[in-house]
């Protein structure tokens, strides 16, 4: 079989994908190997994810699947006692700030919804497992060999191959990419359940809806999600360096009901009545980076080359917006343009590389420095951290912004991009150069279940 452009992995990176390129009149093939609905953690939208939506003319769609609407995060800082907002925003032409709203989703409605949208504007859905990459003479990616759910291989021949494998990382794996680092965040471990009986706070609109994301922080790397998926379930989650919960012997269920209550005093108040409806959810290690993500005949997209930490939902975000910003690049590639380059993506590349990166500074100034964030919040940088918490940290947004520059200084950090493999230092508030022995080119990704069966045996 042969695609012009053939994605492998139909979450929302590669359905986001498949329908930009179709509104450019490329039909693309997706590779997706599991049945949908399928259960899929990141519940929470940015404002920009909300417009990317509506750009892909799915509002309606979102709107007629009742998604809880998002006013704003709320995070609450130790002990309950004081908390800080920050709105859903959007940018006119202008670029003048103002107030906006975006979803919360359930994602295994969700993703199936975007696939089957990417399915009826014309790309062709293919279930099956890509197992191995094929590369051409000239050591790009040619398409891949994969596995039908009847064990039969096939090759499938590609110009050019998006990798929307979100952590399971295919061509980071393969080694067609530069080497996988373990992030800054590497050591923690999210355990999540839906829930029902959960307090939401009781307003329509703004600060107070019903339907915003709700953050608590207990201590440094100890936090907390609440985020409402529909009318009656929360999606609430935990977060905590996982050698405490190795300490703790318990089950990964024990741990987060006992645990639970103790992150902070509204959770506690928030959660006193609440009954879990299915079961308690984990993945440890869910930090990292694959270094030179793109190459001739390849892009790897959103979580294929990249994930730093759940905290301020900026996953889909990314996932998304990277599969809006690589169209181009796709499309004068597919023309035979920079076909003779080394690496005909550098500069889409370092783009992306660049907005992680000014995330990555933000959330590591909030772990090193939370009550130092907390005024910025309110105060000195407050529009332009409204901006960061809406997704918009990419060059083309006016970024690094001041705050971003200040949180450098403060972390004592310099992001230097004058060499084309420093396009992006590994650093992170928890990265050390002795760790640097834990890049990781040649060890095989861990399940979450093979990290458990490990870890409580
Ligand atoms: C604890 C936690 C909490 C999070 N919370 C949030 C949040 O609140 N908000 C947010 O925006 N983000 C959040 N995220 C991040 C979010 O889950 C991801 O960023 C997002 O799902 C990435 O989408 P994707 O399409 O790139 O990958 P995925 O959604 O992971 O999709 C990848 C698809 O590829 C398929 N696939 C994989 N390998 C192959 C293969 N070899 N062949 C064929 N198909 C394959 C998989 O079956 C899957 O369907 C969270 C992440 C974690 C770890």
């Known amino acids: 079989m042969r695609a012009e452009v053939l994605i492998v992995g139909g979450g929302p990176g590669g359905s ?7 509104k450019e009149r490329i039909q693309p093939v997706i590779l997706e190997q599991e049945e949908f609905p399928r259960f899929h953690i990141g519940e929470s939208m940015t404002g920009e994810a909300g417009a990317l939506l509506r750009r892909l003319g799915l509002e309606d769609a979102m709107t007629a699947r009742n998604y809880p609407v ?15 907002f920050i709105p859903v925003s959007a940018r006119n032409e202008r670029w003048e700030l103002e107030s906006g709203t975006t979803w919360q989703v359930r994602r295994s409605d969700f ?27 000239d050591g790009g990616v040619r398409g891949v060999t994969m596995r039908h759910p009847d064990g039969c291989l096939e090759d499938i021949e ?30 923690q471990i999210a355990f999540f359940a839906h829930v029902k009986g959960a307090v939401r706070d009781s307003g329509d609109a703004g ?56 992150i902070n005093p509204d959770l506690e108040r928030r959660i006193a009545g609440f009954e879990l409806v299915d079961k308690v959810h984990v993945i440890p290690n869910y930090s990292y980076q694959v270094r030179r993500f793109c190459g001739k005949g390849f892009i790897c997209i959103g979580d294929a080359h990249r994930f730093i930490d759940p905290i301020f939902s900026f996953g889909l975000s990314a996932t998304m917006r990277e599969a809006e910003f690589a169209i181009p690049h796709i499309l004068s590639y597919l023309k035979g343009e920079r076909r003779a380059e080394e690496n005909p993506f550098a ?7 660049q907005g992680i990166d000014n995330l990555e500074d933000m959330v590591d100034l909030f772990w090193e420095q939370p009550f130092a964030f907390a005024t910025f919040v ?18 083309t947004e006016y970024q690094p912004s001041t705050a971003i520059l200040a949180f450098r200084k403060m972390l004592k950090r310099e992001r230097g991009y004058e060499h084309e493999d420093d396009y992006s230092i590994p650093i992170g508030s928890r990265y050390h150069p002795e760790r640097a022995a834990l890049w990781a080119p040649d060890s095989p990704v861990e399940t979450t279940e093979e990290w458990l069966n490990s870890n409580l045996a």
């Not at 998002?70 to 800080?84: I, L, T």
């Not at 190795?246 to 006992?258: A, G, N």
Request: net charge positive.
């Open 16 to 22: 986001a994908a498949a329908m930009f390129l179709l």
């Open 70 to 84: 998002k006013h704003g995060v709320r995070v609450f800082g130790e002990g309950g006692k004081n908390s800080w």
């Open 111 to 137: 993703d199936g919804m975007m696939l089957d949208e990417a399915a009826k504007r014309g790309a062709t859905l293919i279930r099956g497992t890509a197992v191995k990459a094929l590369l051409g003479e």
């Open 158 to 187: 590609s110009t050019m191959l998006l990798d929307c494998t979100g952590m399971a990382t295919f061509l980071g794996n393969q080694k067609v990419t530069g080497p996988k680092y373990l992030g800054s965040y590497d050591k």
């Open 207 to 262: 600060e107070m809806a019903r339907d915003n994301t709700v953050i608590f922080y207990e201590k440094k790397y100890h936090w907390s999600w609440f985020i409402p998926v529909d009318k009656e379930i929360t999606s609430i989650g935990l977060v905590v360096p996982r050698a405490k919960f190795i300490e703790s012997k318990q089950t990964p269920q024990e741990f987060f009901l006992d645990y639970l209550p103790q």
């Open 347 to 353: 500069g889409h590349m370092l783009f992306c590389e």
């Open 378 to 395: 309110h105060q000195r940088y407050r529009s332009e951290l409204i901006d960061a918490f809406a997704g918009r940290v990419y060059a």
